[in-house]
């Protein structure tokens, strides 16, 4: 497959990346500095400079054309304001769905966020990052040209992952490492039949190919 990674440069994109070309597929990572390029050529990917918070539908479906999976993975981060939690984490995430449709891109996958609710109340700068990602998922799930994915993950961290998950609608609270995010989104891409479920992913004690194929088969 070729897969076009939004936040290629991520954390947890990078992570996806060395597992698609691991396996075989061409990962493809848009990054807003050329400087991020070596990272992801290190990874196996193809770095395609590309800011989101100033291309156009046009643009990024140019780069989406031909591909077979699109994956939003990016996100302000730590230390930007509420506005850049909506420009990003919402309006980036709704001009890169626009893009796959405009692609023919139908599958799509979502690094959402547990607790994502548009209507989430709170004036801290959390509460509109929850509030963006909460209508991020919204607008992507409204799409009848996308078969789309939405995950969920709890508390990030950075330990090394155990391949072990817990996978379901409502998992609860929990963290979960960054890995083991990798891991299960690469294997969602793999399962076309968890196309229309939004997913709630910690640490558990299911092997993550089990955990997949288990929500898929519900």
């Known amino acids: ?9 991520g954390q947890i994109a990078l992570r996806l990346e060395r597992l698609l070309a691991a396996g075989g597929h061409e990962p493809v990572g848009l990054i807003r500095r050329p400087e ?10 193809e770095p395609v400079l590309m800011d989101l918070e100033s291309a156009s539908s046009a643009e990024l479906a ?16 730590p230390g930007s304001g509420a506005d850049r939690k909506d420009t990003v984490d919402r309006a ?9 449709e405009r692609a023919g891109v139908r599958r799509f996958v979502v690094v959402s966020s547990m607790g994502a609710d548009a209507a ?18 919204d607008a992507v799930r409204s799409r009848a040209g996308l078969d789309w994915t939405v995950l969920r993950p709890g508390m990030l ?3 090394a992952g155990t391949g072990l998950v817990r996978l379901e609608a409502r998992t609860g ?3 979960v490492p960054r890995d083991d995010v990798a891991a299960v989104l690469a294997e969602l891409l793999e399962t076309p039949a968890t196309a229309g479920l939004t997913l709630e992913l910690i640490s558990g ?4 190919t089990v955990a997949v194929k288990d929500i898929a088969g519900n």
Request: hydrophobic fraction near 50%; avoid cysteine; proline fraction near 3%.
């Open 173 to 175: 609270r929990g963290p």
């Open 36 to 45: 991020q390029g070596e990272a992801l050529r290190e990874a196996g990917a």
């Open 157 to 159: 961290t950075n330990d």
């Open 205 to 208: 004690s299911v092997p993550v």
């Open 92 to 100: 980036a995430a709704v001009l890169f769905a626009d893009a796959a």
């Open 62 to 77: 140019g780069v989406l054309t031909g591909a077979d999976a699109a994956v939003f993975a990016a996100g302000a981060g």
């Open 120 to 137: 989430h109340e709170g004036e801290e700068v959390f509460d509109a990052y929850l509030r963006a990602k909460g209508a991020a998922d």
């Open 1 to 9: 497959m070729r897969v076009v990674i939004a936040g290629g440069h």
